[in-house]
């Protein structure tokens, strides 16, 4: 069965003092031996004081994004060799709001996508319509779209360590959740996408949901078979809060292997 994961993004958020006591609160809950892969995404400056909090422990280090460039000329972009010497496991890569707000198109994002996965980093790719796109009917076509350039561009085969969010943009932040029915209808089409090119990584693949995601709309989101854990934002800022949603996450897993799922 797929290992359950969670990642908080703590966005553009945290200070020195504020991660120092949100960690304090955190690890003695999430740093233990856990069913789920557990990883932490807080903004650049503060990658190494998290990652030396997490040093020895379970709990995995991520960067909410990267460069594809490989070094030189780029100035104020972070390419993946650094975010390898701090410790990171993930990066984020095409999220909606870098999509959205910082105009990274389909190419964009294969190309991040394969700088990632070169240095040995699982990238967490991204994908999501936006509410016009949602209201106009558009989820399946966004969805093909996104998921296809980066398979077409990169190759299946680089996907073995990938993991795939689905964020719908007009979730995130918002408090507005995708229904737990949309959410797996959503996640099935991706996982047969993958299982067009290549099966064993479509059965393999961690699939995740992000949007105002919270302690109590997770439960019935984990009941879904293809949802896998959640890409967590503002929750993840509250510790009681993101520590409750792993419970969650581990409790519907725990449910679904009783069942032989
Ligand atoms: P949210 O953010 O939980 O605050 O909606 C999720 C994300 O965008 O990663």
Redesign the pocket.
């Known amino acids: 069965m797929i290992q359950p994961l969670v990642i908080a993004?703590w966005?553009m958020n945290g200070s020195y003092a504020a991660n120092y006591n949100l960690l304090t609160y955190l690890l003695p809950e999430i740093a233990v031996n856990r069913l789920a892969r557990i990883g932490l995404c807080p903004a650049y400056p503060y990658l190494a004081q998290v990652g030396q909090r997490l040093v020895g422990s379970p709990v995995w280090l991520g960067a909410q994004n990267a460069s594809a460039y490989s070094e030189g000329a780029h100035t104020g972009e972070v390419n993946v060799a650094m975010l390898r010497e701090l410790g990171c496991e993930y990066v984020l890569v095409g999220?909606?709001?870098r999509r959205l707000m910082h105009g990274e198109d389909d190419t964009a994002v294969a190309a991040k996508f394969a700088a990632v996965e070169a240095a040995g980093i699982s990238p967490i790719l991204c994908v999501g319509e936006n509410l016009a796109e949602c209201e106009a009917g558009e989820t399946e076509t966004v969805i093909t779209r996104q998921v296809m350039a980066v398979i077409d561009q990169v190759g299946i085969d680089h996907f073995f360590n990938a993991v795939i969010a689905y964020?719908p943009g007009w979730?995130?932040?918002?408090g507005q959740i995708a229904s737990s029915e949309h959410v797996q209808y959503v996640h099935g089409l991706i996982r047969r996408l993958l299982r067009d090119r290549d099966p064993y990584i479509a059965r393999e693949l961690q699939l995740i949901y992000?949007?105002?995601?919270n302690p109590t709309n997770a439960i019935a989101l984990f009941q879904q078979p293809d949802v896998n854990g959640a890409?967590?934002?503002?929750?993840s800022l509250d510790a009681r809060a993101f520590i409750a949603i792993c419970d969650a996450l581990e409790q519907a897993h725990r449910h679904a292997l009783a069942q032989g799922a």
């Open positions: 993004n966005k999220h909606s709001e964020e979730a995130n932040g918002t992000g949007g105002s995601v890409l967590v934002g503002g929750a």
